[in-house]
């Protein structure tokens, strides 16, 4: 059996087939920039996410810069940023022209208790990242922010569909941010982010900077860029939301037969929480201290699998950084991501759960 880590040539016909019909829609209505599925998009992951502004724009990446910028962070600020996430986090906080001071993670990869210790006089906001899915304790992190008079911008880019106490991850900051990048669990087929806010003020700010700081065409009111969605992806998110909720629970099926799976094998950890609505089991990552033997092994048997990370930010080339990075550098060096993802069939769940057991037996 040949298990891909995640195949997106393998989402089902009716699906590709209401994909080509929209694009074909939206060919003979010759709207490419902007217009009604852009607005459509919008308005839907508002609804669903309860999010009063929900501002589409070209990529997750981009979408933490434009909070960044919104909230006029930039040289001479801080901000507090977890040793382990995708390197988009830290990235944008340089590229604004601030400092990204990195902070432990928890077992899980979230960002540690005791980050408040980071905070120095010019620390200004603090990148709570939702990783794998899951979030972050999202009451405690703001009562500690709002003490501290920081601004909270969530990386939600993996948590789309996580909730805490039936609020959406991304809605808790002043600022969230998501990802549709193809292979997240609403993922376009090919770039698209989008920045929430509760704030009238933020979200009028962040779409002039995404639109050349123009509200009006040619009355530019601040230095902006173009960082609109693509609106034919905007077509595309709208016909795979459809499909979202019953991804979610193919995904949770499958999530919850490899814990039942892969329970009690000594010297494997399994993820917590995956089956609970503060994760939206976006990534099944296991531990263990074989990784490398265990990836190699289920190469062998043909199945895929994937390392996030396996290098943590301050260790790299354009952060360096100093400090007590132990539990990031453990998940980093003991993590291996699982195929989980709704193309998959229950079979190749079964076989890539024996394949792991006979590994450790
Ligand atoms: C945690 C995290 N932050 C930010 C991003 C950036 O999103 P994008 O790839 O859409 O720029 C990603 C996704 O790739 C991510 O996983």
Known sequence: MQIPFLDLKRMDEELKDALKSKFTEMLDQGNFSGGP????????????????????????????????RALEIGVGDEVIVPAMTWVSTAEVVVMVGAKPVF???????????????????????????????KMVDMVSLMETARKHNLFVIEDGAQSFGSFQNGQAA?????????????????????EAGMCMTTSARLNERMRLLLNHGQQVRDEHELVGRNSRIDSVQAGFLNV???????????RKNFASMYLEGLSGIDGLQLPISILEENHNAHLFVIQTSRRDELKLFL???????????????????????????????KLSNQGLSIPLNPWMKEQEIEYVVKAIQDFFT
């Open 299 to 329: 190469r062998e048997k043909g199945i895929g699998t994937a390392l996030h990370y396996p290098n943590i930010l301050p260790d790299m080339k354009p952060f360096q950084s100093a400090g007590n990075f132990s539990n990031a550098r």
């Open 37 to 68: 599925e852009v607005n459509l998009f919008e308005s839907q992951i508002s609804n669903f996410l309860k999010s009063p502004f929900s501002i589409a724009c070209a990529n997750g990446t981009d979408a933490l810069e434009l909070a960044l």
């Open 240 to 250: 795979f939301f459809e499909k979202f909720e019953l991804f979610q629970t193919q």
């Open 170 to 190: 991304g809605t808790f900051g002043n600022i969230g941010c998501l990802s549709f990048y193809p292979t997240k669990n609403l993922g376009a087929l090919g």
């Open 103 to 133: 902070w432990d993670t928890d077992e899980d990869g979230l960002l540690a208790e005791n980050w408040e210790k980071a905070i120095t006089s010019n620390t200004k906001a603090v990148i709570p990242v939702h990783l794998f899915g």
